[in-house]
Nanobody, 124 residues
C-alpha cells in the first residue's frame, strides 16, 4: 500500500509560479511511475505530467511545467511556471505499478494510488 500526500497549492496571480510536492510512503517508490492530474470544477480529471525514466506532458502545459522526482526523499514535484487562469484546478498525484510511456501515461486507470489533491487557483 502506498499513501500519497500533496502540498504546495495556493493562490497565485497569472504569470506566477508554484511548486507542488507529493510525498509517498513505501520502500519501492523508485519503481513506480508517478503522475500528476488535475480536475477543474465541473470537468473531468485530466492528465498533466508523468515521470518514469522519462517525462511526459500534456500539450497544454508543455514548456511551462516540469515534473521531477527525488527517490531518496520519496517525493515527486511539479514545478509550474507562467501560470494561467485555466490552470486553476485541484491537482492530484498518482502512483502506478505499471510501466508506461508516452500518452500511455495519461490513462488515469493505469494508476493504483492517488493523493487527496491540492487546490491551485490562478487569478487573472
Amino acid at each position: 500500500q502506498v499513501q500519497l500526500g500533496e502540498t504546495g497549492g495556493g493562490l497565485v496571480q497569472a504569470g506566477g509560479s508554484l511548486r507542488l510536492s507529493c510525498a509517498a510512503s513505501g520502500q519501492t517508490f523508485s519503481t513506480y511511475a508517478m503522475g500528476w492530474f488535475r480536475q477543474a470544477p465541473g470537468k473531468e480529471r485530466r492528465f498533466v505530467a508523468a515521470i518514469t525514466g522519462s517525462t511526459y506532458y500534456a500539450d497544454s502545459v508543455k514548456g511551462r511545467f516540469t515534473i521531477s522526482r527525488d527517490n531518496a526523499k520519496n517525493t515527486v514535484y511539479l514545478q509550474m511556471n507562467s501560470l494561467k487562469p485555466e490552470d486553476t484546478a485541484v491537482y492530484f498525484c498518482a502512483a502506478s505499478h505499471h510501466y508506461c510511456s508516452g500518452y500511455g501515461c495519461a490513462d488515469f486507470s493505469l494508476y493504483d494510488y492517488w493523493g487527496q489533491g491540492t487546490q491551485v487557483t490562478v487569478s487573472s
